[in-house]
């Protein structure tokens, strides 16, 4: 079951709120102006058109989550930020110069101030820790003693000055992910991509990375592009999201707003996959479709902010004089703010219900009934 799919009130289908006020677009760190990517047809393979219109502005200091399906075209936006890939049309601005026309040695130079983070680590296996992440600077042509001290800052900034000389075969998932990190900040970049960093590491190591890249966003004010297909990934350290979806953008806002009021059909089922919708097998197990003689009515309620679950329940026994039964509740904190769903139990039949539902939608909470229990 998509548990969003029968929200009793829904957002105004409004364009995406604008993150970035055109007034300020010259503070964004990366630009897309009216961006579309084809790849020409090769041989028996047809032209694809992997991105089309994207128009988006990434704050400067920001931690931006990109969110979509397998072929989405999320690397394809990644290419075309780092200067990999040209557009097909539009411009793409990164740190005020606009890498989509740059070439040759401006183009090497300007992806100098872009880190990159990969899956798989990409390190050479053949190097130690310490010098590969000495090689982009290296390729930047700094001095050895400069490098030296530079390597060392970058181990101890990453938590692994211990490792300076094992070779990759020696370290784990997170380690090898901590030596990209310190690799990709080598050259001192305003912008890191982190392309599924953390897709091939266990939710333990996946935490300890991401809290990493969030100290790394606070101390040193690099914005962060975190390219994904893991909407748990997006909900610890993305302050804002953009979903995409065939190449378009569908979604766009601020990660609390995300979780609590999907409007896109991918989103929503990004959203069912990871927040934890399920309820107790208790519950489950008992959920009718149809109402029952002396029953209750089972009741989702997304919550945000200030609305704390208790305080729903209290409402509705105080206000409406229903006697609310609380059958499970789940409240995370997500980009600062509270966020979570309760699911409770209304006696009382068809018309305490009704009165319960019209309450809470009329206060702006997403509501959603599940079934009946006895
Ligand atoms: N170099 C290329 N040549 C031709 N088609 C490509 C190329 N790179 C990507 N595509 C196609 O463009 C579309 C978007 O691919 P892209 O890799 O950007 O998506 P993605 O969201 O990163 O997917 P995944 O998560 O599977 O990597 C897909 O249909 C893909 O097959």
Redesign the pocket.
Known sequence: MNVHQSLTTARPAEPFPSLVPASAASEAMVRFETVS?A??A?RD?P?????QEIDFAIPRGSITGVI????????????LINGL?KPSTGRVIVDGREISALAGKELRLAQRSIGMIFQHFNLLSSRTAADNIALPLEIAGWSRADIAVRVEELLELVGISDKFDRYPSELSGGQKQRIGIARALATRPNVLLS??ATSALDPQTTRAILDLLANINRELGVTIVL?T?EMSVVRQLAKEVVV?DG?RIVERDHVADIFTHPRHPVTQAFLSEAVGDSLPVSLTSRLLPQPIASGQAVIRVQVRGTDAGDTIVARLARELAIDVALLSARIDEIGGQHVGSLTIGIPGGDAATKQAVGYLSQNKFLVERLGYVA
């Not at 032209?47 to 991105?51: I, N």
């Not at 999320?74 to 290419?79: A, D």
């Open positions: 990517k790849y020409p090769y393979k032209s694809v058109q992997a991105l979509g399906r397998s072929g989405a075209g999320k690397s394809s936006l990644v290419r890939e392309d599924e390219i297909h995409i190449g």
